[in-house]
């Protein structure tokens, strides 16, 4: 009985295990087919991804290249907010960091120290780094707007025809005027202001002009000069000190049309562009070229009366730094008055030029001495008021020609005062009364012009208002170069004596170089 038992547990336990062999078996088979389709799935997936264009390596790359823009721009704001720190830091005159800030505004005071280097931090990735950068570049606008001062804006007017009248009149040959503007001429102009800077240039040229208008330029050399202000410690305190520096830029030229305030300036209905104007920003102190060529401009230069330059610009005012200025100004100044005598002489110039008999000018005792020359007078009103005591340097006699060579000249001079000194009346003048006109060497004449220099003696005091006196004859009286002909070649005589021809002559430039006491404030 118990063994019977023990054969049908048995049984029945072996057909379990056969059961649970069967569904071994089968969930092997389930797993296989799970693995095949996983595999068949990642196949898939795999393929799906090489296959797909926003793939893992397309997004690595994205993310690269957006970090890579990311750091260039930062780099390109910062350098920028850099560059306008400079520029705060050179109108406000305080001395430039000698080291990019480590954050925030420096509190020794040698700089602004706002804008630094090192907005994009490795280690974080740069973020927030352009958040900083926007952070500081407010800074920097606030600090601006808390030290804003309101700039006097000033147009300087100069005539070239009065401050370079001989190279004015070789400009009316050439076509080339180089100038110079100095920080004095501002200075005497407004002393105290500084920080004078650039905002626009334009051009008057007065004479007969054609309807094509002119083709000119005007050009800068790109350095030049400013008065900056800066604050430097003397004796514990901190004080301000005006000094000239130099602004290096390339140079810069623009062309011209129209004669009449020629330039670049605001044009009404025109949006405003993202360029300077031509010149804008340099300093008032430059060197410049102004060229109009004859092979261009179909014009007679001998109409062209003046060149005015306008220069428009900015500038600050301090009134302790007007009190160095007229200090510093000199009392006693030069200044040169000239005078053509195409346009303020003409009856003069037609004496020498057409006339070989005396036209009421000159009477002498001898026949030959009045005949060449000329008598002109200065007067009050041809000389700017407000100038005291007035004393003569020289006397320069610039001849224009048509292209006759006139170096072999020679130029005598005298005024009335040195006559009266000497006890020599109008009358009484021989070529011995007059004294001689130095002249350069024959390479330093810019042929076929001529020029003569006469020397007033430091121990002589003469006045510019006088009369004057020139005598104009060749080295030698006999030089056929310079006798008046007739058509057949054989010299004209008057009263018997051979004339000179001076028709050749354009023109003739009288220039009084003198000295004065201007009436300055007492600083």
Request: net charge negative; glycine share 6%.
């Amino acid at each position: 009985m118990q063994l019977q038992l023990l054969k049908t547990v048995e049984l029945n336990a072996a057909r379990q295990n056969v059961i649970n062999a069967i569904d071994a078996e089968r969930s092997a088979q389930q797993q296989v087919r799970i693995a095949e389709l996983e595999a068949q799935f990642a196949a898939e997936k795999a393929k799906f991804l090489a296959t797909e264009f926003f793939n893992p390596q397309l997004w690595s790359f994205l993310a690269q290249e957006v970090k890579k823009n990311y750091r260039i721009y930062l780099t390109y704001g910062t350098i920028a907010a850099w560059l306008a720190q400079r520029a705060l830091e050179f109108e406000r005159g305080i001395e430039p960091r000698r080291r990019f800030a480590d954050s925030g505004p420096d509190s020794n005071g040698s700089g602004l120290n706002v804008v630094r280097f090192d907005y994009f931090q490795p280690a974080h990735q740069g973020l927030l780094g352009a958040d900083a950068l926007l952070r500081d570049i407010a800074t920097l606008e606030n600090e601006k707007f808390l030290n804003e001062q309101r700039k006097k804006q000033i147009t300087k007017v100069i005539s070239l025809a009065s401050r370079h009248p001989f190279d004015f009149a070789q400009f009316l040959e050439t076509g080339i005027l180089p100038f110079a503007t100095g920080l004095d001429e501002f200075d005497e102009d407004y002393p105290g202001h500084f920080q004078r800077r650039i905002r626009n240039v334009r051009l008057n040229l007065f004479g007969l002009i054609g309807q094509e208008g002119i083709k000119a330029t005007l050009t800068c050399s790109g350095i030049s000069q400013v008065v900056v202000r800066e604050f430097v410690e003397e004796n514990g305190q901190v004080v301000p000190m005006f000094v000239a520096k130099s602004l290096r830029r390339l140079p810069e030229g623009i062309a011209l049309t129209n004669p009449q305030g020629g330039g670049i300036g605001p044009v009404p209905l025109m949006p405003e562009g993202e360029m300077l104007n031509p010149f804008e920003g340099h300093g008032v102190a430059a060197q410049w070229i102004f060229e109009m060529p004859k092979y261009a401009n179909k014009i007679d230069y001998n109409t062209i009366t003046d060149i005015q330059i306008l220069i428009d610009y900015t500038a600050l005012d301090d009134s302790d730094y007007r009190q160095e200025v007229i200090r510093r100004l000199p009392r006693q100044r030069g200044a040169v008055r000239t005078f053509s005598f195409r346009l303020e002489f003409p009856d003069a110039l037609f004496h020498l030029k057409d006339s070989p008999l005396p036209l009421n000018m000159v009477r002498t005792s001898d026949n030959f001495t009045g005949l060449y020359t000329l008598a002109v007078e200065t007067e009050k009103q041809d000389f700017p008021p407000n100038e005291q005591g007035r004393k003569l340097k020289d006397v320069v006699l610039y001849i224009r020609s048509k292209g006759k060579d006139f170096s072999p000249l020679k130029i005598k001079m005298i005024s009335r005062s040195k006559l009266s000194s000497l006890g020599i009346e109008e009358s009484g003048l021989v070529p011995g009364s007059f004294e001689d006109a130095d002249t350069p060497p024959p390479d330093k004449i810019k042929k076929p012009n001529y020029i003569g220099r006469w020397q007033v003696s430091q121990a002589s005091v003469v006045d510019v208002i006088d009369r004057w006196y020139i005598l104009i004859s060749p080295n030698e009286p006999e030089n056929d170069n310079f006798l008046k002909k007739d058509l057949s070649g054989n010299p004209i005589l008057v009263n018997g004596n051979k004339v000179f021809d001076f028709s050749e002559i354009e023109d003739v430039i009288l220039g009084l170089n003198y000295t004065y006491v201007a009436p300055l404030p007492q600083a």
